[in-house]
């Protein structure tokens, strides 16, 4: 079959991209009226494509497990050939000068193909179904804006044109199909696939989440699949030897700062979400946040959430994978506008959803997190974050008043982490060897206690540090090892410590367990606990 019949290229606008996405059962009016086909040309558009390569006989393997799953059994002879469009930076012009067949097979120059491969920007597989056309999607993200989007759930993919091969760090995306997976399917399908890039998993297909998820009874058939609730959605991650981490949304929940927890080390939570005006619960996979230098002013200053001060308050916007819209859509935080029994919690998302009748701008409001974590990761971040809040209790005494100061708490593992002061010299020599050269659990969580002040050497700088055993038991004391950073800290933290008669009153607030920790430990750079609770530690 001669190239030109199997690829094609066009230049990257409206008309040809939604011409692109047509099949014998969906014409070019339908996908104009297609809500991701209009959301992903104009993301698109804001990240710089210019040109789409299409291929026009494509077999993608997770739609082929749903044609094996329902599509073949129908009457109506629905084909097992997607087409794949691959998007570029580099003009039409550019791309078509030196034929993609021809670099393929030898021709043009290294630096030709080395071009193109720069130029990548993602692919999208078209389905070929009446609805749902929107397959396998992975894509370029939006770039960083100078460091305030972070976008932490990424992977590599390869994909190859002709044998030419490409690479993109990014996360699948793709469109409900409502025969084989609904939202949730979708949510877990996206967030699984990073969590098998971290802990070795398998990567299901979306049909094998469906049939996995209903070995929980629920009222509802398989397949055709009209939703999981949250009980299958568990049962699906634990199917892929992982553990669904489940967290109800409650008033005082520091929501922002437990999804950076998470999201800082690569996993992606999925949020279930009531949206205003409308019945059911819906399912979104968080992929990355948006970070501002200074906290955000959502909510009225005293509310339950700004207790402790936590690095989420400067989290402005999370980017998350809304079957119902499209990847890396950004989610606004917000105060909520409604708030009852059924969404206590002060935080709500814009930005995405609008109702379908009046086109107002609707709110979601979160009321439950489902993380998929390794199995020997059984501490959580609100357990942490109650060690966390007995030690703000002391320390918020010692800090001068004057001094902004904030905890940042995030899932990390020993080699990211060592990895990470070494790369970035962060501390003393003497703390950087200590920790370096110590064992540690394979995961951690890291709590940073950051300042700003005239009294502090660097902006944002840490003057305290505390590493807890993520693999421990969650209602025991997990922390192991306090480092200080800001020898004035660790003085001023010591003298209060040391005074016999403060004794019984820190006992009361911190446990007698901490309070013990905390006066050895004020004593030297780095501790390790339980290793340096006997024996001379001056």
Known sequence: MPAESIIEVLPFNADSFFASLTN??????????????????????????????????????DYVDDFASYYVKCFEPYSIRCKRLHFFSLEYSEVSATPIAELACGGGSHEDTE??????????????????????????????????????????????????????????????????????????????HKAADLFGTQTPRPSAITKSANQVVSDTRSIPS???????????????????????????????????????????????????????????????????????????????????????R????????DDQVGPFAKHIVEQSRHRNH????????????????????????????????????????TDVQLWLIRLDSLFRQIVPP??????DVYLTTTTDYKREIRQQQFGSESYRRSVILTQHPRFLWRALLRVRGS??????????????????????????????????????????????????????????KLVDCLRKASAKEVFFYPRDMKGDTG
């Open 342 to 381: 059924a969404t206590p919690h002060p935080t709500a998302f814009a930005g995405t959803w609008r109702h379908p009748e009046d086109e107002e701008e609707l709110q979601l409001y979160p009321v439950q997190v489902i993380v998929p974590v390794y199995n020997k990761i059984r501490v959580s971040v």
């Open 455 to 512: 009294d502090v050497p660097d902006d944002k700088a840490a003057i305290f540090e505390m590493l807890f055993d993520a693999t421990d038991i969650p209602n025991s004391f997990t922390g192991f090892c306090l480092a200080w950073h800001f020898d004035a800290f660790r003085v001023a933290v010591n003298a209060v410590c040391a005074l016999p008669e403060n004794y019984a009153e820190l006992c009361e607030t911190l446990t007698e």
């Open 226 to 312: 009209k939703g999981l609730i949250v009980e299958q959605m568990c049962s699906a991650i634990a199917q892929q030897g992982l553990e669904p981490e489940m967290i109800r949304v409650v008033e005082d929940l520091p929501l922002r700062s437990l999804l950076y927890g998470y999201l800082r080390v690569g996993l992606a939570p999925i949020v279930i979400v009531q949206i205003e005006r409308l019945e059911g619960l819906h399912a979104v996979t968080f992929a990355g946040y948006s970070i501002r230098d200074d906290v955000v002013p959502v909510f009225p200053a005293g509310t339950l959430t700004d207790a402790i001060p936590m690095i989420g």
């Open 115 to 192: 071009r193109l491969q720069n130029a990548y920007m993602g692919f999208l597989v078209v389905r070929p179904l009446p609805v749902a056309i929107i397959g396998r999607t992975v894509f370029q993200t939006y770039d960083d804006d100078g460091g305030r989007r972070q976008f932490t759930s990424l992977l590599e993919y390869e994909s190859h044109i002709l044998s030419i091969p490409f690479w993109l760090r990014s996360l699948a995306f793709q469109e409900q199909d409502t025969v084989i997976a609904a939202c949730a399917t979708v949510a877990l399908w996206s967030a699984l």
């Open 402 to 407: 004057d001094i902004q100061y904030e905890w």
């Open 314 to 321: 400067r989290i402005d916007a999370f980017y998350g994978h």
């Open 24 to 61: 014998k059962y969906c014409t070019v009016e339908s996908v104009k009226r297609n809500d991701r086909a209009r959301y992903l040309e104009k993301y698109l558009t804001k990240i710089g494509a210019k040109t789409i390569v299409v291929e026009r006989e494509y077999v993608d393997g």
